[in-house]
């Protein structure tokens, strides 16, 4: 918390937990009468309407705005639920951001993720078969839709937050869903971390140092496919795409691609499209594959994409 210096005022998440409440209460001390807080309303269980009406009785004790955003965060099918949540809290953020608030609108906002969710964050990426990006795990300051958000407790461990409360006699509430092991987090958190805490004293700090190779590695490819895209135009010309090294036709290929139509191959996809376009040496050579929401084809000496639902030409 030292060295977090935001832009005032500051909107503080706030979900009344154990993190969220530590933060809140830092932020406030720190920033008197330039700090407020927003409580998303998830709409996905019983308890929320009491996760509600405790933040409003911290807020209220603490003399804080609250703004509350009810939001639907059901997952679609074949979305993941904590997606869906999470893409829900981000809309919410953004809807209420530019209330008025001290004479001007927020523009930072602060959340409390710590450690151990990086921790978590980083062993899922690997699971998954993650790249770099993956494995870059939460950055401590990022921007969205014109909002900068901050993770200033991401060098903090979950136990020293609650050592914190605890020191200083203030109550969270726990929610329910966090113990359920059917969600693959909870059960990194429960069996996992343990086990870690146990082994590598450390790891904490380590882990979060190689988030940190790995999101350094990935400015640096993120540098070389604008280079590379710049070079060969768009929509990209085959023979170009040809000269570069495979690793590197993959690099600007997921840029150009997440970058013009916010769409991500599979490492299936992507294998077949390289091998489709290391085989295209004649004329009559056709390409059109399924690649991630759409497919990719060739026309005449230039690569294209586009959705059958919405065609970009």
Not at 33 to 41: C, K, T
């Amino acid at each position: 918390m030292a060295l977090f210096q935001p832009s005032l005022p500051l909107a503080v998440g706030f979900s009344g937990g154990a993190d969220s409440t530590a933060l809140l209460l830092a932020c406030t001390e720190k920033w008197p009468g330039q700090v407020h807080a927003i409580h998303v309303h998830h709409g996905l269980q019983a308890a929320g309407d009491d996760f509600e009406r405790h933040c409003q009785t911290v807020c209220a004790r603490l003399g804080l705005p609250l703004v509350v955003k009810r939001v639907d965060a059901r997952h679609a099918s074949g979305q993941s639920p904590e997606d869906a949540a999470r893409r829900a809290r981000y809309k919410a953020f953004e809807a209420v951001s530019h209330v008025e608030y001290a004479l001007k609108a927020t523009k930072d906002i602060a959340i409390a993720q710590h450690a151990d969710d990086q921790v978590e964050t980083l062993l899922l990426a690997l699971s998954r078969g993650a790249g770099l990006p993956g494995m870059s795990a939460m950055p401590a300051m990022w921007q969205r839709a014109g909002l900068t958000y901050h993770r200033p407790l991401l060098r903090v461990a979950a136990s020293e937050i609650r050592r914190w409360l605890v020191a200083r006699g203030v109550a969270w509430i726990e929610d329910p869903t966090n113990g359920d092991e059917q969600f693959t987090r909870n059960r990194i958190r429960a069996r996992l971390l343990p086990a870690l805490d146990s082994t590598f004293e450390q790891f904490r700090e380590t882990f979060a140092r190689s988030a940190a190779h790995a999101a350094q590695a990935q400015v640096l490819l993120l540098e070389v496919a604008a280079q590379d895209l710049a070079h060969m135009g768009t929509p990209p010309v085959i023979a170009l795409l040809q000269a570069l090294s495979r690793p590197r036709q993959a690099n600007v290929l997921r840029h150009w691609l997440n970058t013009a139509f916010q769409t991500v191959p599979s490492t299936a996809q992507m294998t077949e499209l390289l091998d489709q376009i290391a085989a295209c040496t004649t004329r009559s050579h056709q390409i059109r594959i399924k690649v991630g929401t759409g497919y990719c084809e060739r026309r005449a000496a230039t690569l294209h994409w586009y959705n059958p639902q919405v065609l970009h030409y």
